[in-house]
């Protein structure tokens, strides 16, 4: 059968033009069944409801199901693990924080590597963490702390919700920009820390600002300086530690990574959605609750951060001689 030259070229556009058309209507029907959210931490910390929060206005926005899957243990790892082994079709993503990126040096035998094996999606929120005291401690300011534990050496000792942890590792920056000798004591979660440190039997606590916000309003506890480069909306007359100690600055970020190898409709789909739903007027007065910001960012933006904090940590964790629990 011979076709007309003119009948030719028009199939021959037909066919051409199929491919992306086929590419289109996939990236369209992304995601056509529910997508499984995995959080390293136990249900009810500050983690969790980012997530649940997040996971609800996802779902409306896209019609599916964001189902809250927390495995906790290990800093984040095994539910980090479960994440980057999950089937890289965008049917599994993984909430990270800080926690991800000093675990990468942190544990040294982790079945993933957290920069390679992960494929950035989005920020979701950016908080601080505060560095605050009981109030019989006598020191007011970063500036009177760090004067009293130089003159007590190894005798002041900071609680963290454990080793590793955000709030861990911002004592121990503290201590490598200013060569204090302050004794870390762990514990396994925020909650019992601030127990001892409310009763004073720890004097000094670095911690995530959602669990002691209620105190430091109360006054039970004295804050003596955020650890963001910013000031927090939450607490703005409260100094950052950067402007008494240059170049100290730990952010608590929040967002979403999916396998390495995900398709980038799903990725692309994913962000911009994330996006939308942070400009929500009610959530930003939720994370403001929380003491946090929305946080978009692109996908390589956020790729970035991660590349950067991995980096930051690693150098204080040998320089500090961190182990693991």
Same mark, same amino acid.
């Given at each position: 059968? +011979?076709?007309?030259?003119?009948?030719f070229l028009r199939l021959g556009a037909y066919a051409a033009a199929f491919p992306a058309v086929s590419s289109l209507a996939r990236a369209d029907a992304y995601p056509s069944r529910p997508v499984r959210?995995?959080? =390293?931490?136990?249900p009810g910390g500050g983690t969790d409801i980012v997530a649940r929060l997040l996971g609800q206005l996802l779902s409306d926005?896209?019609?599916?199901?964001? $189902? +809250?899957?927390?495995?906790?243990?290990?800093?984040? %790892?095994?539910?980090?693990?479960?994440?980057?082994s999950a089937p890289a079709d965008g049917y599994t993503i993984g909430f990270v924080a800080p926690n991800n990126a000093i675990n990468s040096s942190l544990y040294k035998n982790l079945p993933f590597d957290f920069v390679r094996d992960s494929a950035p999606v989005g920020?979701?929120?950016v908080s601080t963490n505060v560095l605050e005291v009981h109030p019989s401690f006598p020191a007011s300011t970063v500036t009177e702390l760090i004067a009293y534990v130089k003159a007590n050496p190894g005798k002041v000792s900071f609680a963290s919700s454990g080793v590793g942890a955000s709030p861990h590792m911002s004592?121990?920056?503290?201590? %490598?920009?200013? =060569? $204090?000798?302050? +004794?870390?004591?762990?514990?396994?979660?925020s909650a019992p820390a601030l127990t001892d440190v409310l009763s004073g039997r720890v004097p000094v606590m670095f911690d995530n600002i959602p669990g002691s916000l209620p105190h430091i309003k109360a006054g039970t506890l004295r804050v003596l300086g955020v650890t963001t480069a910013k000031r927090s909306e939450a607490l703005p007359d409260v100094p950052t530690i950067g402007e008494t100690v240059p170049g100290y600055k730990v952010d608590v970020w929040y967002g979403i990574v999916a396998p390495k190898g995900?398709?980038?409709?799903? +990725?692309?789909?994913?962000?911009r959605t994330l996006n939308s739903v942070l400009a929500d007027g009610k959530l930003k007065e939720r994370f403001a609750e929380l003491g946090g910001?929305?946080?978009?960012t692109t996908p390589a933006e956020f790729g970035k951060l991660i590349a950067e904090e991995t980096e930051k940590w690693a150098q204080v964790v040998k320089s500090a001689n961190i182990k693991p629990e």
């Open positions: 059968m +011979i076709i007309p030259r003119r009948r959210w995995i959080v =390293g931490f136990a926005k896209l019609g599916q199901q964001f $189902i +809250i899957d927390n495995r906790a243990g290990a800093g984040g %790892s095994i539910g980090m693990a479960v994440a980057l920020g979701t929120m004592g121990e920056l503290l201590k %490598s920009l200013t =060569g $204090i000798d302050m +004794i870390h004591v762990p514990y396994r979660g995900t398709p980038p409709e799903a +990725i692309d789909t994913l962000n910001v929305p946080f978009p």
